[in-house]
């Protein structure tokens, strides 16, 4: 009898145990890594077909909004009245709404970052570590991405997925020199149909704007 009972409480215990590492083990194997999320975020926005969107970005006080066209690396920025940039992979058409004039240049990684900061969600394993935020916020994936080394653009990008579609929607950017802007992402659509003429630059739409060639 007490043999039994001994023998049932140790199976009771053993199921407990067994259940309760089933629930660990599917908890683990459910939870996406930064890498995963950033990951199936860059597929939302840099690769397949075009991606569009509308944003929000504040820096030094300032904000600015407008609207961004992205194919892979290719990708167009029309912001309402602080210019706009047009990239096709190899060159860069900058238009100055102030000094009436457009800057075609070879651009460096960085000053790509600056005319599009979605480049970031597609270029983090070589530059940064990553980790998920210690705070949740609820339907959200928040990741942090802190650079490996002061050659990066950036010292640390917070990067705000959403937790079902994996659209990024939010990116809070803190330079090397610590000044700190935020961007926000607005009707993100991927699987847009692109052409290769949308990033590059209108002449006839700006006719008589001088062209500074920097190349």
Sequence with gaps: MRNGLIKSRLDCITKVVAIFAFIVMSLSATAATPQEVLKRAASRVMTGAGTTCSYKATYGGRTVS??????G???VNITNGYGSTWYDGKSMWVYNPASKETTLMKPT?????????M???GGYDK????KMSPKKVKGKEVVIMTAKSKSAPAKQVIVTVNGTSYAPERLDITLQDNQKSTVVLIGLRSGQKLSASEFVYPKQRYAGVPVVDLR
């Design 66 to 71: 407008g609207t961004m066209k992205v194919s």
């Design 73 to 75: 690396s290719k990708f």
């Design 109 to 117: 990684a960085s000053e790509i970052l600056e005319s599009n900061p």
């Design 119 to 121: 480049n970031y969600i």
């Design 127 to 130: 530059l940064f570590n990553l």
